[in-house]
T-cell receptor, first 113, second 115 residues
Framework: DAKTTQPTSMDCAEGRAANLPCNHS???????VYWYRQIHSQGPQYIIH???NNETNEMASLIITEDRKSSTLILPHATLRDTAVYYC??????????????FGTGTRLKVLA | NAGVTQTPKFQVLKTGQSMTLQCAQD?????MYWYRQDPGMGLRLIYY???????DKGEVPNGYNVSRLNKREFSLRLESAAPSQTSVYFC??????????????FGQGTRLTVV
């Protein structure tokens, strides 16, 4: 399973874009990049995922480099409610179902008023 | 739609006691997972089940057993609790891509203290 490396913490001003980097240099061709966040001690919440192409949904955008060795999660207009720990996860794909989500230590994002 | 439901939400055990954490999902997912999260740390995978009737070890399986009772339910058992097992336990479920649901859904956690 590919490992991920994220900065321990980041600050972002409210209303500005938050850019959270993730390094996954050992990622394999069939492994997806997933992002989750955890607010306080609640269960992790899904944000977005991708394989090769950049992805966007109502919560965030995911930019994956061409060599797929790193990615960036972008929260376009951060609010105080986005203060959380953000996890970048590499999950193996395939149809067998025997994949697993391996969490790293995450990035603690603090949105400042 | 309840999603992933864990019981109990809180539990205090004495060292050596046993207990079973229950998890049920109502999304007809094939795969289910158990994680633990120690204070200030990320989640670590204990066991997972790719489908009914199958289970596999994750990163930290020692001291735990699991049962995939049916498609809905996946239980985690501590046979002889130790203080090192004090943690928050999360259950999750998901489906592989070909079944159309790609992300894992998590329960709200069980906070276990072993004294």
């Amino acid at each position: 399973d590919a490992k991920t490396t994220q900065p321990t913490s980041m600050d972002c001003a409210e209303g500005r874009a938050a850019n959270l980097p993730c390094n996954h240099s050992t990622i394999s061709g069939n492994e997806y990049v997933y992002w989750y966040r955890q607010i306080h001690s609640q269960g992790p919440q899904y944000i977005i995922h991708g394989l090769k192409n950049n992805e966007t949904n109502e919560m965030a955008s995911l930019i994956i480099t061409e060599d797929r060795k790193s990615s960036t999660l972008i929260l376009p207009h951060a609010t105080l409610r986005d203060t959380a720990v953000y996890y970048c996860i590499v999950r193996s794909g395939g149809t067998s179902g025997t994949y697993k989500y391996i969490f790293g230590t995450g990035t603690r994002l603090k949105v400042l008023a | 739609n309840a999603g992933v439901t864990q019981t109990p939400k809180f539990q205090v055990l004495k060292t050596g006691q046993s207990m079973t954490l229950q998890c049920a999902q109502d999304m007809n997912h094939n795969s289910m997972y158990w994680y633990r999260q120690d204070p200030g740390m990320g989640l670590r995978l204990i066991y997972y089940s790719a489908s009914e009737g199958t289970t596999d070890k994750g990163e930290v399986p020692n001291g735990y057993n699991v049962s995939r009772l049916n498609k809905r339910e996946f239980s985690l058992r501590l046979e002889s609790a130790a203080p090192s097992q004090t943690s928050v336990y999360f259950c999750a479920s998901s489906n592989p891509e070909y079944l159309g649901t790609e992300e894992a859904f998590f329960g709200q956690g069980t906070r276990l203290t072993v004294v």
